[in-house]
């Protein structure tokens, strides 16, 4: 095993613990978050022959917890009008069967009989086709279809940025990943490796 640190990241200070070769702690130290105080946990880093540095990653996180908003508010717009599709399906985790109805209803379908064959089989199994159905018939609005409709647009958006976010880092970080023999394991502080 090669040096290792862990990194513990808060809006102003970032906790540093380095590990030698054999788990065995070498360093536990606070630093800041501005750009000196980083430059001085990067030098002590180097200094200490790292080769590798596990932190949380909280900007994609964001995004996705931006998104499951945006889902939960078009399951609370298709509630108010009397669409229960969701009672039935996770307005959460990208569902595809709420997505393809929310996207058949912007386009102009209000037919329960035709929004019910875009909702997976196993749903429509599990629940019955006429409860699906039945839940699929509620009273839209235009207010309503262009909610709906800006949610999907913010959703498609949040979806594009954390794959060009992705693609970046891919890039960007790309060598530093190298194969390992089995997958890396950094004990939490203050305890040593099994």
């Known amino acids: 095993m090669e040096r290792t ?6 809006k102003d200070s970032v906790f540093a613990c380095i590990l030698d070769e054999q ?21 002590t880093l180097i200094a200490n022959g790292c080769g590798l540095v596990a932190m949380e990653s909280s900007s994609i996180h964001r995004l996705t917890k931006s998104r499951v908003r945006l889902e939960q508010q078009m399951g609370n717009q298709l509630q108010r009008c009397n669409i229960r599709l969701s009672n039935y399906v996770s ?14 209803i912007i386009r102009g379908e209000r037919d329960p009989g035709k929004l019910v064959r875009l909702v997976h089989g196993r749903t429509r199994n599990k629940h019955g086709l006429q409860v ?5 018939d509620g009273v839209l609005n235009q207010t309503d279809i262009e909610m709906l409709k800006q949610c ?14 992705l693609t970046f880092l ?15 394991y950094m004990p939490p502080t203050g305890t040593s490796l099994p």
Request: proline share 4%; with cysteine; charged share 30%.
């Open 5 to 10: 640190c862990g990194l513990d990241v808060h």
């Open 170 to 184: 891919g890039r960007k970080f790309n060598h530093f990943s190298k194969p390992r023999d089995k997958p890396s």
């Open 152 to 165: 999907m647009e913010q959703i498609d958006l949040l979806d594009k940025q954390q794959a060009a976010c």
């Open 23 to 43: 788990g065995k702690k070498l360093l536990e130290q606070r630093y800041g978050t501005l750009t000196p105080e980083l430059t001085a946990l990067r030098d």
């Open 91 to 104: 307005n959460q985790g990208n569902n595809v069967s709420l997505r393809k109805v929310i996207g058949a």
């Open 132 to 136: 699906i159905t039945d839940s699929l």
